[in-house]
């Protein structure tokens, strides 16, 4: 079974440029994550789906930061514009309805310069 | 903001001792959860304690958890160069939609 996929592993941008993730979390499963990862800290959750429905986007800064999941598959997380600060690793998960286990993607490790 | 609290903030041991990293959390749970993450990788799911257990074996993982003291710990036994990580803990809070939270994790060294 596939795992988590997303990509790309490594993005080098400047300051003020757009920015795009994509994910393909594990078929069947139902649930997306979109985590941002600080060095030295844990995963802080930006925005959950469920299918295609966004149930939790409270910590998505909207003013910059947008998200999609079309069809309830494939998650696309966007920034327009990139400040230096948002230099961090970018994490998908997804899990299925019936458990809170989470399985994680590689991550897309993010510089803003 | 981070529930979940893992201390000690990093653990330095030789290969073949035990390890022992805690975790302690704020407001009641539905259950708690343990992932490792390798250098450079994504976090891969341990195992997972429910409120109403109190220990739970997987391999040499053995996880506890004190509901009265909000707090759960990981013992990895026999310890190899191998499960040098970071290991982090992440609450499902009871009540209300499914947000979960880590806390900044153990990052655990084990010399060979």
């Known amino acids: 079974e596939a795992g988590v996929v997303q990509s790309p592993r490594y993005k080098i941008i400047e300051k003020k440029q757009p920015v795009a993730f994509w994910c393909n979390p594990i078929?069947?499963?139902?649930?997306l994550y979109w985590y941002l990862q600080n060095l030295g800290q844990g995963p802080e959750l930006l925005i959950r789906?469920?299918?295609?429905?966004?149930?939790?986007d409270s910590q998505l800064p909207k003013d910059r930061f947008s998200a999609e999941r079309l069809k309830g598959v494939d998650s696309t997380l966007k920034i327009q514009p990139a400040e230096l600060g948002d230099s961090a690793v970018y994490l998908c998960?997804?899990?299925?309805?019936?458990?809170?286990?989470?399985?994680f993607g590689p991550g897309t490790r993010l510089t803003v310069l | 903001s981070q529930q979940g609290e893992e201390d000690p903030q990093a653990l330095s041991i030789q290969e073949g001792e035990n390890a022992t990293m805690n975790c302690s959390y704020k407001t009641s749970i539905n259950n708690l959860q343990w992932y490792r993450q390798n250098s450079g990788r994504g976090l891969v799911h341990l195992i997972l304690?429910?409120?109403?257990?109190r220990e739970k074996h997987s391999g040499r993982l053995r996880v506890t958890l004190d509901t009265s003291k909000k707090s759960s710990s990981l013992l990895i036994t026999a310890s190899r160069a191998a499960d040098t990580a970071s290991y982090f803990c992440?609450?499902?809070?009871?009540?209300?939609?499914?947000?979960?939270?880590f806390g900044r994790g153990t990052s655990l060294i084990v010399h060979p």
């Open positions: 998960a997804s899990s299925s309805l019936a458990t809170d286990t989470q399985y």
């Open positions: 304690i429910r409120s109403n257990e």
């Open positions: 992440a609450t499902a809070p009871s009540g209300g939609s499914y947000i979960p939270t």
């Open positions: 078929s069947g499963h139902n649930t």
């Open positions: 789906y469920e299918n295609e429905e966004a149930v939790d």
